[in-house]
């Protein structure tokens, strides 16, 4: 407990001139003694922290102090290598060069632990992927055309906050300012983007997380589907639907899941082709049946 306190003292006071002793004992939740016994435990260390008594004064380190590897065990280093580098297989190459620099400084070599390839989406570091990065982190005002499942375009001034991954797909979360709320973007639905050199402030947006905090364009989730999928398909059943299929006696299986209804919707059932059957809502079986209809009589 003491070790991980002593840490986060450190870290803070590497990023703030000046803390006072009451500051950091209720962070901590500790007693001002053990703050002040903490302090000749860092100073013991070589870490170079000193206190100035009377008004303005506080706890700070000295100016040029870079913090020394030697606060990190063996293990921590190879830990925080080992994410650095797993992280550079989905970021841009900034990532690689930082985990290059504390390999440098710790003397080691990343575990190659992770390995992620986004080649057959059709976007890269240089583009849209690298783009609403920037936007983000530099809070930075992004604009694109959306197409929505409907197909309709629109074109939106968006406040980046954060990229998602949510099955299978890539996800923009941010604050549309034609809706006035925070929206998701599917990544491979945005089109023209161009990040401006407008600068937006931070917003008090909760809960954090994309599915609770936003909404999804173009409707919710607003339909009960289940269907029924034959064995000759068995293998896009595990790929697509492993947690929620129910396998019968003859081999095929039953999935049921809520989705939205649009067009990807419809398409995603006809991509089963014969080994497909809609059992519920009885609207859809319809709607894919006259669907089907269509495409058997352009081959008429």
Request: proline share 2%; aromatic share 10%.
């Amino acid at each position: 407990m003491q070790a991980t306190r002593l840490f986060e003292i450190t870290y803070l006071l590497l990023n703030k001139e000046r803390v006072t002793a009451k500051e950091l004992a209720d962070r901590f939740e500790v007693s001002t003694r053990t703050i002040y016994r903490d302090i000749d435990t860092l100073s013991s260390a070589g870490i170079p922290v000193y206190t100035e008594k009377g008004k303005g004064g506080g706890i700070s380190l000295l100016p040029d102090f870079v913090l020394s590897k030697s606060i990190l065990s063996e293990r921590e280093q190879g830990e925080i290598l080992s994410a650095l580098h797993g992280l550079s297989t989905i970021t841009t190459a900034q990532t690689d060069h930082i985990a290059q620099k504390l390999s440098a400084i710790f003397n080691k070599t990343a575990t190659n632990w992770l390995d992620v390839d986004f080649a057959d989406w059709g976007f890269s570091e240089e583009d849209i992927w690298g783009s609403l990065k920037t936007a983000i982190l530099e809070r930075r005002m992004a604009e694109f055309d959306y197409y929505s499942s409907y197909s309709e375009k629109t074109r939106r001034r968006v406040e980046p906050i954060q990229l998602w991954f949510k099955t299978r797909a890539w996800y923009l979360k941010g604050f549309c300012l034609a809706k006035q709320d925070v929206r998701v973007f599917k990544l491979l639905r945005i089109k023209g983007l161009v990040v401006t050199q407008e600068v937006f402030e931070d917003r008090d947006l909760s809960p954090s997380t994309p599915h609770e905090a936003a909404s999804f364009e173009n409707g919710k989730f607003d339909i009960s589907l289940k269907i029924r999928i034959s064995p000759e398909m068995t293998h896009r059943v595990l790929d697509e639907f492993a947690e929620v299929a129910e396998q019968c006696a003859d081999g095929s299986f039953i999935v049921t899941v809520n989705w939205q209804e649009d067009s990807w919707l419809y398409g995603m059932i006809l991509s089963f082709g014969e080994h497909v059957e809609v059992l519920e809502p009885a609207h859809l079986r319809d709607i894919i049946k006259e669907k089907a209809k269509k495409i058997a009589e352009k081959y008429l």
